[in-house]
């Protein structure tokens, strides 16, 4: 008999990525998934503090020029969301995908924590939250993505090729359990 109980560790960090209100621009970005994706990301956050476990806001600092997330653009805000359950939170600032190669350093300051488990929330599924669960995967972290806690967009590829945001969703929860880099699992399985 299975469960779907998700055991989580006392000191777990969970990792808010890039929930900035740039992406709220849909002319900038276009069509995404997950309408319900902020509230999940409240809620998981609401429960970390609410248990004095670990949490840290990343945010991305682009150096496109006209990016909606660039310093000088109001974009660049945390929502409101993640700005109104900032305190205590640890702020990591990165311009790449990846929330390890930001400043501060993660990987220091969670190993300095004896962190071994992470919870990663936030936007874009496809881009910055898949890169960050691998990484982390690779680096020996017990990595958990509850995919109800992430949103992105329709993108396109090469040659014409597109795909939508569910379709990119889809893509990501079977390259990350697939690839044994995490738990692909729900907000409410968290909760539970």
Not at 51 to 77: I, K, M, N, T, W
Not at 166 to 181: C, I, K, P
Request: hydrophobic share 45%; charged share 15%.
């Amino acid at each position: 008999m299975t469960t779907n109980a998700i055991e989580i560790a006392p000191d777990s960090a969970l990792l808010v990525i890039d929930v900035q209100k740039g992406f709220d621009d849909a002319s900038f970005w276009g069509p995404r998934d997950n309408p319900a994706a902020e509230d999940n990301i409240a809620a998981l956050m609401d429960a970390w503090q609410g248990a004095g476990r670990p949490v840290v806001l990343v945010q991305h600092l682009s150096e496109r020029p006209g990016s909606v997330l660039a310093a000088d653009h109001p974009g660049h805000a945390f929502k409101d969301l993640v700005e109104k359950r900032r305190a205590g939170a640890l702020v990591i600032t990165k311009s790449v995908n990846s929330a390890f190669y930001g400043t501060p350093d993660l990987a220091e300051w969670l190993t300095g924590r004896g962190i071994g488990q992470l919870v990663v929330v936030g936007i874009q599924t496809n881009m910055c939250v898949e890169t960050t669960a691998r990484m982390a995967g690779n680096l020996g972290y017990d990595v958990i993505v509850p995919l109800d806690a992430t949103h992105t967009f329709d993108l396109a590829g090469p040659a014409g090729a597109s795909l939508t945001a569910a379709q990119l969703a889809t893509a990501t929860a079977v390259n990350l359990q697939g690839g044994g880099f995490a738990r692909v699992v729900t907000t409410a399985e968290l909760l539970g």
